[in-house]
């Protein structure tokens, strides 16, 4: 009968808000709690209630992930979950950073409801957040057998297609889901960063104000406003973006991404203290993946602070994060002597692929991966703080004037030696011996950047008496391959880090993307040119042909979103200039 009382379900909710006072073994709260889960009329609220409480008492993930599938297919048996009430549990698992548990659970309810595509919609919402995109793509093309009509379900298929480097099947998506219904305001909106991805950007901007003239709330708002941010961005013009994020800052003050946005700008301007403390905002509840974090939650162990920092910390433990991807932990583990210098011992998380490469250059570092950590985190081992790599400059009160551009790794001499048999190897018998070997990475993991370069685009630097050691990491497409199978000179590789730093030791030139490559290229010292496109990126300034990151790396700029023509150009004529040096 409670449930049928409004004050009755507010004050139920006022003590689910407070959760945290009840102890972890009131066997009486948890009882209560299944009960009223039990009853037809039972609010959602009260399901995340007893998987909060479940959560404070259970000391591993793998147990919490079973207590909670038996909770969730308890209540599916009398409150079948529609689309908004998966989306409001997924919600509300990433506000507790379980974001491995959403996989999970949704993973297990589409294996015992087969037929019901909300369970599978939410599988691929969990790996499209951990970037597994690749499985997302599989999962959401099976939701959507089932429910062709599901605009939900179609315009997570559009977002992964952006992220698959197929942004003109994004916008078919889009777009059928607006012929299903005109007025899908999440379709409109996503339909303003698609046409932004095709350099459509008028166009952009023209429906982001008609859009604008809508009732909206908060959330629709901002997300609205960061995807003009975003088409400006992407558009490359700056002082477009400079103004809008002032705009961002003064209208949202309290929304994280806004903030984060603002962050960026300033890190772009130099102004790194002010820029990368507001990126602290990065780690609020689902802005991105950061696994461990329920796991350091769970252990306590405290969050570094510049007081910290600043008081002595000699002999302390320091677990230090990298949370981004590699190219960013590359960039920023320049920073790690400075932290080796005030006597910390520190355990440094972060990719396998990443570990004999700073094993050798730092010898003092303990290394672990993140699925070593957590379970550490369940045991003995214990810290003292912890943080993130990308945090140092504002935890060590760093500018800009403090960077220095100078080589701060050094390959594997073992590597050096193996890469420099295999690119023998590579070229025994060949006429094209002897000149000159470049790397080439064309393509980037962040698809909605406009870093990646269509192989084809690259096709003039064939031209030229040079041997091409292509540098991909990971997946291809089919339509590469069969390109550079044509290509006279051009040499495929797919190398582990520590063998790829080996053989860029081995290389005249290093040509890529903004991706890794041109990091750990820069961070080796070898002579490299980043293709760059229009993008608004904070590491590579606006017009220089320099990278104040690395001393040895030449920029050549994009001149037009989408259209390297330019870029290639001026590309073939410096590979010209450096065959004659």
């Known amino acids: 009968a409670c449930f049928e009382n409004a004050l009755s379900i507010w004050q139920l909710h006022h003590l689910s808000c407070h959760i945290d006072a009840l102890a972890r073994e009131d066997i009486s709260v ?74 999970t659970l949704f993973l297990e309810l589409s294996k015992r409801f087969p037929n019901e595509p909300n369970y599978l919609l939410g599988l691929a919402k969990a790996r499209f957040f951990k970037r597994d995109l690749d499985r997302a793509f599989v999962v959401v093309n099976a939701a959507l057998d089932m429910d062709e009509k599901n605009l939900e379900i179609r315009l997570v298929r559009a977002r992964l297609f952006e992220q698959l480097l197929n942004p003109h099947l994004a916008l078919v998506d889009i777009n059928q889901n607006l012929k299903l219904d005109p007025n899908h305001l999440p379709s409109l909106i996503a339909k303003v960063n698609s046409l932004a991805d095709l350099g459509r950007l008028d166009e952009a901007l023209e429906l982001h104000e008609k859009l604008l003239a809508r009732e909206l709330d908060e959330e629709d708002r901002s997300g609205l406003e960061l995807s003009k941010s975003f088409a400006y961005r992407i558009a490359g013009r700056i002082n477009e973006w400079i103004k809008h994020v002032d705009y961002l800052a003064e209208r949202f003050p309290n929304q994280a991404e806004a903030l984060c946005e603002l962050g960026w700008r300033e890190v772009y301007l130099g102004n790194w203290q002010a820029g990368f403390e507001l990126l602290e905002h990065r780690f609020e509840p689902g802005i991105h993946y950061f696994p461990v974090q329920p796991h350091l939650d769970f252990a306590k162990i405290p969050k570094w602070t510049k007081e910290i920092l600043q008081s002595s910390v000699e002999g302390k433990h320091l677990l230090l994060c990298g949370e981004e991807g590699m190219g960013d932990v590359i960039q920023f583990s320049r920073f790690i002597p400075l932290l080796l210098n005030k006597g910390l011992h520190i355990t440094f998380m972060c990719k396998e692929s990443l570990h004999a490469l700073f094993a050798y250059n730092f010898p003092q570092l303990r290394l672990v991966s993140s699925e070593r950590l957590i379970d550490e985190l369940h045991g003995q081992v214990r810290y003292d703080f912890y943080g993130e790599i990308m945090s140092t400059p504002w935890l060590l009160d760093l500018s800009v004037n403090d960077l220095s551009g100078a080589p701060y790794l050094k390959a594997l001499p073992e590597k050096i030696e193996s890469m420099a048999a295999f690119k023998n190897l590579k070229l025994a018998g060949k006429a094209d011996q002897s000149d000159m070997a470049i790397g080439l ?28 050691f292509g540098l991909h990491y990971g997946p291809m497409k089919q339509t590469d391959q069969q390109l550079y199978e044509t290509w006279p000179h051009f040499y495929p590789t797919e190398l582990e880090l520590s063998d790829l730093a080996g053989l860029m030791m081995n290389l005249d030139c290093i040509v890529t993307t903004d991706t890794m490559t041109a990091h750990l290229a820069g961070a080796l010292g070898r002579p490299t040119i980043l293709l760059k496109p229009v993008f608004i990126d904070w590491r590579w300034s606006d017009t220089s042909t320099q990278s104040i990151w690395y001393d040895s790396m030449q920029v050549i700029r994009q001149d037009k979103i989408r259209d390297w023509s330019g870029a290639i150009a001026q590309l073939v004529q410096e590979l010209q200039r450096r065959l004659k040096t």
């Open 441 to 468: 990475r064309w393509i980037s993991s962040m698809a909605r950047s406009g870093r990646s370069i269509p192989l084809e685009d690259l096709q003039a630097i064939t031209q030229l008496p040079i041997s091409i």
């Open 30 to 103: 948890t009882s209560l709690l299944m009960q009223l889960a039990m009853e037809q009329a039972a609010p959602q609220f009260i399901l995340h209630s007893w998987l909060e409480l479940i959560a404070k008492s259970i000391v591993n993930q793998e147990a919490l992930a079973e207590q909670s599938i038996g909770i969730l297919s308890l209540w599916i048996q009398i409150h079948p979950m529609d689309a908004s009430a998966t989306e409001r549990l997924i919600q509300y698992l990433l506000d507790k950073n379980q974001v491995d548990l959403v996989e």
